[in-house]
């Protein structure tokens, strides 16, 4: 089953681009991550499948829900989180997580108080003397108190320190684990890689790719670094090469046959063959081509 679909999904704001011809869909029981430079287009997809903004022109649906028709449904069975969520700063901690319950009409007192004991919220400030960090650890309870078969999350950890961002993808795991879907956007690309089980790619507001974590990690490209090199090595289908002393490093697109045929006839004293980091696999998709 398709937890979310969408249709050359299509958004602009008058002249300016939000998102162009969207088509992606993500299964459930997924870890999907979401992953684009600034101003990419990922707040704007996150807002247009949730309803909060109206689509230009294509469809999408969200749990079987039409994202037009049925938005009020949607958002009542969705965990979201924005970005920059705004509370009320004369209001308490405890009254804000109260008050997204009852609006629910569920009784989250339970779980409200395992995910506050395990975040390090005190409930008893008012929002208004929270740090950023803790403002954040509000909207994360108030999106997964319910426990909802989705949960749409964007910027997520931005804001909070290490321990707590462990602590955050630990309860996610342990929800999808249990079944439940996730989809979360995120600037840390080593976050997606450690923890998504797929993942897209959105640059200028259009899908690049959209696969496997780990299919998207062998491109087939290698990271190749040289040591005790006596001379500047000219081999064909590289990128990004980097000299510092008499090390080389680069990546190499070609056949490997051809890289050792070029390899035996260079002076060095040491090399190194293996995969990319993930990182660099999702940097190559930032970058604007011919760059």
């Known amino acids: 089953m398709n937890v979310i679909e969408t249709n050359v999904l299509t958004k602009f704001y008058g002249h300016s681009r939000g998102i162009a011809d969207v088509t992606l869909t993500v299964d459930e029981g997924d870890f999907f991550g979401f992953i684009g430079p600034n101003g990419a287009g990922k707040s704007t997809l996150i807002r247009t499948l949730l309803g909060l903004i109206s689509p230009t022109s294509g469809s999408a649906r969200v749990l079987g829900c039409d994202i037009v028709t049925d938005r009020t449904e949607i958002l009542k069975e969705v965990g979201y989180l924005p970005s920059e969520a705004a509370f009320y700063n004369g209001m308490k901690v405890k009254e804000i ?10 009784d989250c007192r339970s779980e409200q108080m395992r995910l506050c004991e395990r975040l390090e919220l005190d409930t008893s400030k008012k929002v208004g003397e929270l740090s950023l960090g803790n403002r954040k650890k509000v909207g994360i309870v108030c999106a997964l108190q319910h426990r909802p078969s989705l949960y749409i999350l964007d910027e997520p950890t931005s804001g909070l320190d290490p321990l707590m961002q462990k602590e955050f993808y630990t309860i996610l795991k342990e929800r999808n684990d249990e079944g439940a879907t996730v989809f979360l956007s995120s600037h840390v690309l080593s976050e997606i890689g450690r923890y998504c089980k797929s993942a897209a790619v959105i640059r200028e507001g259009r899908i690049l790719v959209s696969d496997s974590v780990e299919r998207l990690g062998h491109t087939g490209v290698k990271r190749v670094t040289l040591r005790g090199v006596t001379a ?18 680069f990546l190499y697109s070609g056949k490997a046959t051809e890289l050792t045929h070029e390899l035996c006839h260079l002076s060095f004293e040491d090399v190194t063959i293996c995969d990319p980091d993930l990182d660099e696999v999702f940097m190559h998709y930032y970058a604007k081509e011919g760059n």
């Open 97 to 106: 997580l109260d008050f997204s319950a009852k609006m629910r009409k569920t």
């Open 232 to 249: 500047m090595p000219a081999i064909e289908n590289t990128k990004d090469m980097k000299v510092e002393n008499d090390t080389v490093n």
